[in-house]
């Protein structure tokens, strides 16, 4: 199995932009589609960005398309998000999750997460 931590998140002014990390240990890395999800208070968890074990392929939510890019270092072994044209709306808990196998896109089902980190956002 892999295991995932996600240094770093914040506070950030509405307008900023802001990376996020997601560092894997155990499993080879590169065998598995990552992807970033969130959690905002009193909402359910919702898919954000995915990106395939290879790095040629991204999926991203309507809601951050074109503000958010999902990357990827497998020599790191490491997940990116940059965060660009925050809104308060983006204030969350983002955890990254790895899987492996199955069909892409791929915005359910994934098996192992990160503990989140908290990202918040003022207007």
């Known amino acids: 199995q892999v295991q995932l931590v996600e240094p770093g998140g914040g506070l950030v002014q509405a307008g900023g932009p802001l990376r996020l990390s997601c560092a894997a240990s155990g499993r080879t890395f590169s065998v598995y589609d990552m992807g970033w999800f969130r959690q905002a208070p009193g909402k359910e968890r919702e898919f954000v960005a995915a990106?395939?074990?290879?790095?040629?392929?991204?999926d991203y939510a309507d809601s951050v398309k074109n503000r958010f890019t999902i990357s990827r270092d497998n020599a790191k072994n490491t997940l990116y998000l940059q965060l660009n044209s925050l809104k308060p709306e983006d204030t969350a808990v983002y955890y990254c999750?790895?899987?492996?196998?199955?069909?892409?896109?791929?915005?359910?089902?994934?098996?192992?997460w990160g503990q989140g980190t908290q990202v918040t956002v003022s207007s």
């Open positions: 999750a790895a899987d492996r196998g199955g069909a892409w896109p791929k915005r359910t089902g994934y098996a192992y």
């Open positions: 990106i395939k074990w290879s790095g040629r392929g991204t």
